[in-house]
T-cell receptor
Framework: EPEVTQTPSHQVTQMGQEVILRCVPI?????FYWYRQILGQKVEFLVS????????KSEIFDDQFSVERPDGSNFTLKIRSTKLEDSAMYFC????????????FGPGTRLTVT | DAKTTQPTSMDCAEGRAANLPCNHS???????VYWYRQIHSQGPQYIIH???NNETNEMASLIITEDRKSSTLILPHATLRDTAVYYC?????????????FGTGTRLKVLA
């Protein structure tokens, strides 16, 4: 069964450093998402992406965040200058055109900012 | 999107049906009920969704009351692998991307 993959599984970085989290969505999917979950808290929507542009973003997704689909298969989330409060599990998700409501989530990248 | 209310936690014996309720009294006519679950620290997983008719798939059944103010997700024969947090989300259908707002959900523990 096709699945969403994410790399790395765990990333440790120092405050102020840039990080790029990578995702490979399911190949025929059209809609792409990033969510995050701070330990012990709710899953929070960050951004949705379709047709090479952002469809919607949350208040969390400020100028420090950006997304890109550089080559038609990868979908990346960049955090320009990480803060301690960016420490969380980051989930990528994708869905297809016919069943857009059914988002397939990846296993997540645990980001630890020290 | 309408607000939902779910019990914080529930237990269920293995092999028995798990019935997870959700209240959504302010749901509007074009809003669907979606259920996802999150097993341990994995990414959420889609289970089922419905508008007003009862729905069934290979994972679960969804019963929506006639007034649509509440619904129940039923796992007919719960197994230990069904231990997870279950999220009930109400939102309108979209022709494009779906922004899901996850609440705190119901933590279901299936007991051996």
């Amino acid at each position: 069964e096709p699945e969403v993959t994410q790399t790395p599984s765990h990333q440790v970085t120092q405050m102020g450093q840039e990080v790029i989290l990578r995702c490979v969505p399911i190949s025929n999917h059209l809609y792409f998402y990033w969510y995050r979950q701070i330990l012990g808290q709710k899953v929070e929507f960050l951004v949705s992406f379709y047709n090479n542009e952002i469809s919607e973003k949350s208040e969390i997704f400020d100028d420090q965040f950006s997304v890109e689909r550089p080559d038609g298969s990868n979908f990346t989330l960049k955090i320009r200058s990480t803060k301690l409060e960016d420490s969380a599990m980051y989930f990528c998700a994708s869905s297809d055109g016919d069943r857009a409501y059914e988002q397939y989530f990846g296993p997540g990248t645990r980001l630890t900012v020290t | 999107d309408a607000k939902t209310t779910q019990p914080t936690s529930m237990d269920c014996a293995e092999g028995r049906a798990a019935n997870l309720p959700c209240n959504h009294s302010t749901i509007s006519g074009n809003e669907y009920v979606y259920w996802y679950r999150q097993i341990h620290s994995q990414g959420p997983q889609y289970i089922i969704h419905g508008l007003k008719n009862n729905e069934t798939n290979e994972m679960a059944s969804l019963i929506i009351t006639e007034d649509r103010k509440s619904s129940t997700l039923i796992l007919p024969h719960a197994t230990l692998r069904d231990t997870a947090v279950y999220y009930c989300i109400v939102r309108a259908v979209s022709s494009g991307t779906y922004k899901y707002i996850f609440g705190t959900g119901t933590r279901l523990k299936v007991l051996a």
